[in-house]
C-alpha cells in the first residue's frame, strides 16, 4: 500500500475551487480529505496544487523520431525522451498525435506500425496514448487503420485531409522539398506518389465513412482537423465527430459550439498570440467559450504557460483557463477519471510555483514522476 501526502499548497479542488489544503494519495488514487499515513509528504507551501494535465493532441513526438530531415532514430528511443519531456511539462495523459499517411517516411505505414510497437513494448509512466490522424487518401492503409482501432491500439481518431495542401504546395520547389525531405526521397519522386494518391478522390467519402464507423463502433471519440468550412463540419459531425479541432476560422467554431460540437485549439496559438498559420485566435475563442480545449499542439510546455496567460488576461480566471488543459479534455475524450482534484480520481497532479510558472513536481499514477532539485528540497520519506 503506497500512500503520500501533499501539504501546504493551494490545491484546485474540484469542489472548491483554490484554497489551502492537504492532499492524501493511496494507491494511486486520491483519498478523501482528512486521510492520511505513513508515506511520502511533499511540502507544496507557496506552490499550486493542480491536475495534471490532459493533451488531447500533441506531436511533438515527431521531433525526437525525426530530429532532421530524413534523420530517423529508433521509435522506443523517441518515446523515452518524449516522455521525459511530458512529465516535466506537467503532462500527466498524453495522446500522441500519429498521422497514418501515404506519404513514406516519418508519416508511413512502417513508421505507424513501430510506434505502436514501442508504445506496447513497456508500461509508461506518463499515460501515452494513440490519437490517429487518419489522413482521408490513405486509401491502401484503410485495413490497417480499422484493424488498430478494433484491437483497442487507438484512442481517438481524427480526420485529416492535407493532401489538397500538399498539392498546392509541390507547385513551389521551396515548399515541395520540404515534404520530399521528410519522407527521405527526391522531390521528383515524391510528386509522382502525390499525383497517383490524388488521382483517387472518388474513393475517399466511402474511406471517410468506414473509418467513422469503425471509431463509433469501438465507442472512441473523434474529431475532424482544419476545418476551412462549416459545411466540412457538418460532414464530419454527421460521421460522429463532436470535437472540432483547430477550425481555419472563427465561424466554423461558432457554428461547431452552437451544434454542442467541442472546439479545441492549440496553445501555442495562446503563448504567440497568433497562429503560426494565420487562422483564427485561440485566446480570444477560449475568452468568448468557443474553445473548451487547448492542446499542446506542437510544443509541450504551450500548455502550463497557456493557462497562465488567459489568467493573466483577466477574462478567465486560473481555475477555468486550467479546465481547457485538464478536465475538458479528459471529458472530450472519455477519462471520467481524471483531469480534476476530488476522493477516488486518479492521482495525477502537478506542483506549479506561479512566479515563473514552471512545474516544480509532477505526481502521475500516485507516483512522483517528475521533480526538480527545488521539489527534492521538499520532500521527506517515512521513519
Avoid at 481517438?156 to 520530399?180: C, Q
Wanted: some cysteine.
Amino acid at each position: 500500500m503506497q500512500t503520500m501526502s501533499i501539504t501546504g499548497g493551494t490545491v484546485l479542488l474540484a469542489s472548491e475551487g483554490l484554497r489551502t489544503a492537504t492532499v492524501a494519495v493511496r494507491d494511486g488514487l486520491i483519498e478523501p480529505a482528512g486521510a492520511d499515513g505513513p508515506g511520502v509528504t511533499l511540502d507544496a507551501s507557496g506552490l499550486l496544487v493542480l491536475p495534471g494535465m490532459v493533451d488531447l493532441h500533441g506531436d511533438a513526438f515527431e521531433r525526437q523520431i525525426q530530429p532532421r530531415p530524413g534523420v530517423d532514430f529508433p521509435a522506443d528511443l523517441a518515446l523515452l525522451d518524449t516522455e521525459a519531456q511530458l512529465l516535466a511539462n506537467g503532462i500527466t495523459t498524453a495522446f500522441h498525435g500519429v498521422t497514418l499517411s501515404w506519404e513514406p517516411g516519418l508519416r508511413s505505414l512502417s513508421a505507424w506500425h513501430a510506434l505502436l510497437d514501442a508504445l506496447a513494448a513497456r508500461a509508461w509512466t506518463c499515460d501515452m496514448r494513440v490519437h490517429l490522424r487518419w489522413e482521408a487518401f490513405n486509401l491502401d492503409a484503410l485495413d490497417t487503420a480499422i484493424a488498430a482501432i478494433a484491437a483497442g491500439q487507438v484512442h481517438l481518431v481524427a480526420f485529416n485531409d492535407h493532401t489538397p495542401a500538399i498539392m498546392r504546395k509541390l507547385r513551389d520547389p521551396v515548399e515541395g522539398v520540404k515534404y520530399s525531405s521528410r519522407a527521405g526521397m527526391p522531390i521528383e519522386e515524391f510528386r509522382d506518389i502525390a499525383h497517383t494518391v490524388a488521382s483517387r478522390a472518388g474513393d475517399v467519402p466511402a474511406a471517410l465513412d468506414r473509418i467513422g464507423a469503425a471509431a463509433r463502433a469501438a465507442g472512441l471519440p473523434m474529431a475532424s482537423h482544419d476545418d476551412d468550412s462549416i459545411a466540412a463540419r457538418d460532414g464530419f459531425r454527421a460521421r460522429g465527430a463532436r470535437i472540432c479541432e483547430f477550425p481555419m476560422a472563427e465561424d466554423v467554431a461558432v457554428a461547431a459550439a452552437a451544434a454542442g460540437d467541442l472546439v479545441a485549439m492549440g496553445c501555442p496559438n495562446v503563448v504567440r498570440g497568433r497562429s503560426h498559420l494565420g487562422w483564427a485566435s485561440a485566446a480570444r475563442m477560449a475568452e468568448a467559450g468557443l474553445c473548451r480545449v487547448l492542446t499542446s499542439d506542437y510544443f509541450y510546455p504551450a500548455m502550463l504557460r497557456a493557462a497562465f496567460i488567459l489568467a493573466g488576461r483577466g477574462v478567465l480566471d486560473l481555475p477555468r483557463a486550467w479546465a481547457l488543459i485538464a478536465e475538458n479534455p479528459a471529458q472530450a475524450a472519455g477519462l471520467a477519471d481524471r483531469g480534476m482534484i476530488a476522493p477516488g480520481k486518479r492521482a495525477d497532479m502537478v506542483l506549479v510555483d506561479p512566479a515563473t510558472p514552471r512545474v516544480v513536481a509532477t505526481i502521475a499514477g500516485g507516483r512522483i514522476a517528475y521533480l526538480t532539485a527545488e521539489g527534492s528540497r521538499r520532500l521527506s520519506m517515512p521513519g
